[in-house]
């Protein structure tokens, strides 16, 4: 696999003009779709962590403002390379309207403050849905060339089937944005889509939960002040209104993030959560949160399964996992 | 020596309590490295580096009790809510605790009475303050009108209520170090005492001196190394002037006392300043420490608290460890002679010299403290021979840990002796206590 060297970390506000660029192209006919992911690693030196973003950030979800970079921040900070592998011309899914469909984070140790980093992302997995076609982004971040942070995030473009080197059946975006990031799934649009993402079938039987997360109404500009991620799906009800959305919804992240605090509220250095967006959380709106703790396969170490759902909803907004050890989440 | 008789518990014998270790973050200066942390976040700092040190993880610890002086009202449950984001077992209780400058050192002193009695095994005593990330209210006009808005039912009662509010009211209330009773500053009573007490400045200068000289060679030979946990950047307490001078200190302008009829001598450099930190100490009983092979620093044999009428002007705010000082030594039979080491916090520097010549006064220690000549003279050598509030800063409710963990580490390290605690605090009030080596 080739490796491209970024000349810094990219900014996200440039990624999604190219995006928005690209989706016209693609729109007007003058850049093919290609039926097999770019052959590359992008890399891009990072860091150090700035102090006060990360105050604010550990603030926002509920942490203690520890030096330990919380593994959901690190996925942010390194987020603009992944971002930079979807934007590339030569990646075959359109980047606008992509559905963040889960998460999976391994840490084998925390990043520290002051610590440069590196991170690695590339594409893999490319694999026809039964809605479209989903794509694996992985992202890995080092310090002195050792691993030490390895997130895998899947996306799916709605109605999109690469066979033969071309896009079969383009769908029109449904929120026509180009959402690189998790919990942006439009699947709450009463368009009866709601197949397109997993946990569909059976009934959902809320359990009893264990705590409640009122979601204020500026949840997504607060997150995107400390993230960095200015997505306006999360910013506000007119500007989602505009990407097709009835409401501003929560970034997954910010969700991830509070799930890992409330799992694991001193999060060992060794650590992995997985975390599944089965339906937005609109904002405002208030989440039941179930925390159940057991056992990781094997005994010894926690792992605790945490959901959040909306009241009635007939789907969680997600379902996750948190263990306090490295473990592949390909194999759990 | 922790079984005194006539300590209040008749002759029960109980057993020894002992300091296991401690861990504080450097000290920052104020709106400095931490501005932006919370006390619970430096806290929980605090208490990461203790658990990570003695393999706390986990552990259910007997009792945490610790506090902050400028605390929110919504970390009204602080201790527990650090206990429950830091990696001690869940099932750990805790409590908060408030005596001022005074609270780090009643948290120990409180721990290590419930582990002399059996009611703990282990506890994990201390404080933590934030200058930076004080509070602030609103006027007591715009409190009263929001609570009486948020009473009000009818449109009519709420204009009411919101027609009562006036421009004034909107200006904010940040804490200050003034005396409710009195209005006057912590450093406007300090003034009256050292004017009192003929403390010249360049005593003060030379304490404050020392304070640094000292603090920055305990850091050179190694003796924070394993009572620290580096954070936000800080490896060492950024209020410490390694390079400071009495020349330099000499040309400070005072900044209390200038409305005194004697010559202002307190300045920035022989006072503390505002600042940010926590500290902890693990204490706990010898079976616990010899059964989780954990080391004994030092034992906590007793303490006693004090409090003067300042009000009235009968005595100085921050006399009232002189007052302690006595009953805990004739308590125990011990005379200065018998300790080797003294940490008297320096809240001020002529507050550690106000009670040093209080003590060797005999017309005072007769009158005031109704002994029957100078109660003693305290060897300066053995004075804060590690640095103390001057030149680290002084986290209010964190001091107490700070020094405790650090006396019962000199003690350690010199094998034998006693070492005596000194702490001032608002309102009036001190505790004093005692350390002894094993």
């Known amino acids: 696999m080739n490796e491209v060297v970024l000349p810094a970390m990219p900014a996200l506000a440039g990624l999604y003009r190219q995006a928005v660029v690209g989706a016209v192209l693609r729109r007007a006919g003058r850049r093919s779709a290609a039926s097999a992911l770019p052959v590359v690693r992008l890399r891009a030196s990072g860091g150090p962590v700035d102090r006060e973003r990360l105050t604010a950030f550990q603030h926002l979800v509920g942490q203690a403002a520890r030096d330990a970079v919380p593994s959901a921040h690190v996925h942010t900070l390194a987020f603009p390379v992944a971002m930079s592998v979807m934007a590339r011309p030569d990646f075959p899914l359109p980047l606008l309207g992509m559905v963040h469909l889960s998460n999976t984070v391994v840490q084998t140790r925390a990043l520290r403050v002051g610590e440069e980093f590196e991170s690695v992302a590339y594409a893999e997995n490319l694999s026809p849905h039964r809605s479209g076609t989903s794509v694996d982004l992985v992202t890995e971040v080092s310090v002195d060339g050792e691993r030490i942070w390895t997130g895998r995030s899947v996306y799916l473009a709605r109605g999109v089937r690469t066979v033969n080197g071309r896009e079969e059946h383009p769908e029109p975006s449904p929120d026509g944005f180009p959402d690189g990031s998790p919990g942006t799934s439009p699947a709450a649009t009463d368009d009866g889509r709601d197949a397109a993402l997993p946990g569909n079938g059976d009934a959902f039987i809320p359990p009893v939960p264990t705590a409640q997360w009122h979601l204020a109404s500026d949840t997504g500009r607060a997150y995107a002040a400390v993230s960095g991620d200015w997505n306006p799906i999360h910013l506000s009800a007119p500007s989602a209104r505009l990407l097709g959305m009835k409401r501003a919804i929560a970034h997954g992240v910010y969700l991830a993030a509070r799930m890992v605090e409330l799992a694991e509220p001193a999060a060992p250095d060794a650590l992995s959560w997985g975390v599944n967006f089965l339906s937005p959380a609109l904002l405002p709106g208030t989440l039941a949160v179930a925390v159940r703790p057991g056992e990781a396969t094997g005994g010894s170490v926690r792992r605790t399964e945490v959901t959040g759902w909306a009241s009635g909803a007939k789907r969680p907004s997600f379902t996750g996992w948190v263990t306090g050890q490295a473990v592949d989440p390909a194999s759990p | ?438």
């Open chain 2, 1 to 438: 020596m922790s079984n005194q008789p006539g300590a209040g518990a008749g002759t029960t014998t109980v057993r020894n309590a002992v300091v296991i270790g401690g861990n504080r973050i450097p000290f920052a200066r104020s709106g400095g490295a931490y501005a932006h942390s919370s006390n619970k976040d430096m806290l929980i700092a605090a208490l990461d580096g203790l658990v990570a040190r003695f393999g706390l993880q986990g552990e259910r610890v007997g009792e945490v009790a610790a506090g902050a002086v400028l605390k929110h009202s919504r970390d009204f449950n602080l201790t527990r809510e650090a206990v429950l984001g830091s990696a001690l077992s869940a099932h750990t209780p805790a409590y908060d605790l408030q005596q001022a400058c005074a609270t780090g050192l009643e948290t120990v002193v409180g721990l290590a009475n419930k582990i002399k009695l059996g009611q703990i095994d282990s506890g994990i005593a201390g404080g933590v303050d934030s200058a930076s990330d004080a509070p602030i209210v609103v006027s007591e006009g715009l409190r009263r009108v929001l609570l009486d808005l948020s009473r009000a039912r009818t449109p009519k009662q709420k204009l009411a209520a919101v027609s009562r509010l006036r421009p004034r009211d909107l200006a904010p209330n940040a804490p200050t170090t003034g005396e409710p009773r009195t209005g006057l500053s912590m450093g406007e009573h300090q003034a009256l005492t050292t004017a009192a007490w003929g403390i010249t400045r360049e005593a003060q200068d030379e304490l404050a001196y020392s304070s640094h000289a000292n603090l920055a060679a305990a850091y050179e030979r190694g003796f924070f190394e394993d009572l620290m946990t580096p954070y936000r950047g800080l490896t060492r307490d950024a209020n410490l002037r390694a390079d400071t001078s009495l020349e330099k200190l000499a040309k400070l302008k005072p900044v209390f006392g200038a409305g005194l009829d004697t010559p202002a001598t307190m300045t920035a450099g022989n006072s503390t300043p505002l600042t940010d930190g926590a500290a902890v100490v693990l204490l706990g009983s010898e079976d616990y420490a010899r059964a989780n092979n954990l080391p004994m620093l030092a034992n906590v044999v007793d303490a006693e608290a004090a409090a003067v009428d300042f009000v009235n002007g009968q005595e100085g705010l921050l006399m009232a460890p002189v007052y302690a000082m006595p009953r805990l030594l004739q308590r125990n039979g011990l005379h200065f002679d018998d300790f080797d080491f003294f940490e008297i916090h320096e809240a001020f520097a002529s507050t550690v010299l106000s009670s040093i010549a209080a003590w060797e006064s005999e017309e005072f220690c007769r009158t005031r403290l109704g002994l029957d000549g100078a109660l003693g003279k305290i060897n300066r050598s053995k004075l804060n021979v590690n640095g103390s509030s001057l030149a680290a800063g002084h986290p209010f409710a964190a001091t107490g840990g700070r020094i405790v963990a650090s006396l019962a580490k000199a003690l350690a390290e010199k094998g034998s002796g006693r070492g005596l605690i000194s702490v001032c605090a608002a309102g009036g009030q001190g505790v004093v206590a005692i350390l002894e080596a094993r």
